[in-house]
């Protein structure tokens, strides 16, 4: 142990001095390469560096033909050295052409060395190349050699993001145009600054010179780091016993001996504390990915949040750095909670994940607020900084940032375009969607917030189609109380101004868990315990909503839509449980609903083939398309492998609409469609064609589909769907799409 430490702390010396040595980018690499084979006493070393995500290219090399570098290059897996760069693992082989994979590079000249160990250079998850050591002598390198080069990686990956070999193949990391291609989980387009959610920490001194006074730094980090864990236990509120348990467990975390002894370790090798802190966090996130294991993901991700809450400590780069948010904030995260997100309110123009998915806390959030959202962003956060420049497509899914002068133009003129239809837009706003046939659509807006119901008089919606009631649980810590309900419900109809505002009861599980209920673990959450199915079984949290509706209604007329109804049999439970409510205000002497509407959401085929006593039953119908259209297809909306597969103007999923706009049409039951499709204009003409006279969508989509509906004839609309269908199409968007272009030139 004596004698790793003391080798890779004389290497580490070494190393400080070249890297402080003026010259380029690619002379410092040589220098590297040429410091390293002499102090381990090999005849090779060499670097390969990521000239883009799947392409390694060979950039510096002591022993191999100098006439290879920037010339020899491989693919993500290719060969020994791509197999590290692919999988993260370090290949130590005392014979490299005889193991698997081996790929003979000829114009390197290396078929005179035997041995090789490459490890991977990396940074917190993110991938930057492959240091290797090579030589004649057939044989394993030992355990410190192996610690020797896996520190010099680690000093390699923290002088590369600042930007020290810069111009060299992969290099160049925070001054150049990038574009990352994501999935939409909330339309719309923004441009503006960077502002991250958690702005990286920045490593500027990984090499020191006093190991003593960097023990002591590390461990006075460490119990500043257990301090904090302990206070967040302190504050949790009574009762809170799944949260405690998992803060119980981060505090194990906080208190592993075997954690802070290999940062220890680290720091007597020569590392700085805060270097020795990151070096750990990324064998954890390495880690992180190969575990397939659940529950071992989550226990490494709480050892990732450690780590980097220590980091934070050491380097002083908190949250609250001192940077003022920009006036245009476009959030950039790997992920973030729902909470996270509320706390920012409206300020932010845009946001882009890492990570997250369609279904997500955040999305659903991001949609309630109208932000344009794009999530699966890979790389997007080592590569930004905060203030740089970032455009957000959310109709494309494109993050474009510090983007180039030519796509700025070109995106100003996007939304130069975009402005001006909102004018027109708005000349509109208080006119009826009546199409030329004279047949008129109502168009209402969903809302999951307070915050929202400003929009309603702007985007001209009649009304709230669909008020998301979960939102307010999902950003809390401990369930809300009854009294709090009721005065947001009443605060929520003062809003509305007399306009029909549609409360949708608790809509949880599946993908929207409540941070103080159990995760209950299924095979297959989204046709779980979910919805209905929770509140049904809920009793006392189902009884507590209602109770609050009626409440806040105080003698004003209350709508209430129960989510998730899959048989007759629910529902007339959930209907029920209303009216008991009811009744018992009512034997209390409290103000009851003038007026009761209860309905249902159909986001179940079943529910289309109901009794017919169902359609009788209810006070209205939503068909909810989100859902609905993922069972139809049986495709995961939150799989990006298959959700884009299935198109909504399909002629089967329209037929389907069609039958239950005629089973509604013959009991006379009020019917409306409620979903992001509703808010496309396309095909929010397709429903309204097939006989769907109420859509519910977005505030910003208003506009644009009253102004197509108002300028068409609905009656036209369906004969060319039917002569889609007629043809043996299987989608009508082409033939709606065509039919609309002669539309406009005609106009």
Request: hydrophobic share 45%.
């Amino acid at each position: 142990m004596a004698r790793r430490v003391s080798e890779s702390r004389k290497l580490l010396g070494r190393l400080r001095g070249a890297l402080a040595d003026a010259g380029d980018g690619q002379a410092r690499l040589d220098k590297v390469v040429d410091l390293v084979a002499d102090s381990m006493r090999t005849e090779v070393c060499s670097i390969y560096l990521f000239r883009d995500e799947g392409t390694l290219e060979l950039c510096a090399t002591e022993g191999l033909n100098p006439d290879a570098v920037h010339k020899t290059r491989m693919r993500l897996g290719e060969g020994l050295v791509g197999r590290v760069a692919r999988f993260g693992r370090n290949v130590n082989a005392a014979d490299a052409p005889a193991e698997r994979g081996f790929r003979y590079m000829p114009e390197t000249g290396e078929e005179r060395f035997s041995s090789f160990l490459g490890v991977p250079i990396r940074r917190l998850g993110e991938r930057l190349g492959v240091l290797v050591v090579q030589s004649r002598e057939a044989r394993e390198f030992t355990d410190d050699e192996i610690h020797a080069l896996e520190v010099v990686a680690m000093v390699l990956a923290e002088m590369t993001e600042l930007g020290a070999f810069a111009g060299a193949a992969g290099a160049a990391r925070h001054d150049q145009p990038a574009l990352f291609r994501g999935a939409v989980a909330q339309e719309g387009t923004a441009a503006g600054a960077v502002w991250l959610h958690e702005p990286r920490v920045v490593v500027t001194a990984p090499i020191a010179e006093d190991p003593e006074a960097e023990l002591k730094r590390l461990r006075a980090a460490a119990a500043e780091l257990r301090q904090q864990v302990d206070a967040m236990i302190d504050r949790l509120p009574p009762g809170a016993t799944d949260q405690r348990a998992v803060l119980e467990a981060y505090r194990s975390f906080a208190r592993s001996r075997s954690w802070m002894r290999r940062m220890e370790e680290d720091i007597e090798g020569g590392l700085s504390a805060e270097a020795a802190a990151e070096k750990e966090q990324a064998g954890a996130r390495t880690k992180m990915q190969e575990v397939p294991d659940l529950y071992l993901r989550e226990r490494l991700q709480d050892l990732d949040d450690l780590s980097n809450r220590l980091l934070r400590i050491l380097t002083g780069q908190g949250q609250d750095t001192g940077a003022e948010m920009p006036a245009a904030p476009i959030l950039v995260a790997r992920n973030i909670g729902p909470g996270d997100l509320l706390e920012y309110d409206r300020k932010l123009k845009g946001i882009v994940l890492e990570e997250g998915s369609v279904g997500s806390h955040a999305a659903i959030v991001a949609r309630a607020l109208a932000i344009p959202l794009v999530i699966q962003a890979k790389g997007v956060v080592q590569a930004a900084l905060n203030g740089d420049r970032i455009l957000v497509d959310g109709e494309q899914g494109a993050v474009h940032l510090r983007p180039s002068d030519t796509v700025e133009g070109a995106f100003r003129d996007k939304l130069a375009m975009q402005a001006a239809a909102q004018e027109r837009y708005a000349s509109i706003r208080d006119l009826p969607a009546k199409a030329l046939c004279g047949s008129v659509v109502g168009l209402h807006m969903n809302a999951g917030l307070l915050a929202d119901l400003p929009s309603l008089g702007p985007s001209g919606a009649e009304g709230v189609g669909l008020f998301r009631t979960e939102l307010q649980f999902l950003a809390r810590n401990a369930v809300p109380r009854r009294g709090e309900l009721a005065s947001l419900y009443s605060r929520v109809m003062d809003s509305a101004e007399g306009r029909r505002v549609v409360f949708r009861t608790l809509d949880i599980g599946s993908d929207k868990v409540l941070p103080f209920m159990k995760r209950e673990v299924e095979p297959n959450p989204a046709l779980g315990w979910r919805a209905i199915r929770v509140g049904l079984d809920k009793k006392g949290v189902m009884r507590m909503q209602l109770q609050a509706l009626i409440r806040a209604a105080a003698g004003r007329p209350l709508a209430v839509m129960f989510p998730f109804i899959a048989q007759f049999e629910e529902f007339k439970e959930a209907r029920q449980r209303l009216l008991d409510e009811v009744a018992l205000e009512e034997r209390r002497g409290s103000a009851v609903p003038a007026r009761l509407e209860i309905g249902a959401m159909l986001e179940t085929p079943s529910l289309a083939y109901a009794p017919r006593q169902f359609y009788e039953m209810a006070d209205f119908i939503s068909i909810g398309g989100n859902d609905l259209k993922q069972f139809f297809f049986a495709a995961d909306r939150e799989n990006e492998r298959v959700r884009r597969r299935y198109d909504t103007l399909n002629v089967s999923y329209l037929t389907f609409l069609e039958h239950i706009v005629e089973r509604c049409a013959d009991t006379g039951t009020p019917l409306s469609f409620c979903g992001e499709d509703a808010g496309r204009p396309v095909e929010a003409l397709a429903f309204a064609a097939m006989g769907l006279r109420a859509l519910s969508m977005r505030p910003a989509s208003i506009g644009p589909v009253k102004s197509l509906l108002r300028r068409v004839n609905l009656d036209e609309a369906r004969a060319c769907i039917d002569e889609a269908r007629g043809s043996g199409a299987q989608s009508v968007r082409s033939a709606l799409r065509d039919w609309l272009r002669v539309q406009d030139r005609a106009a």
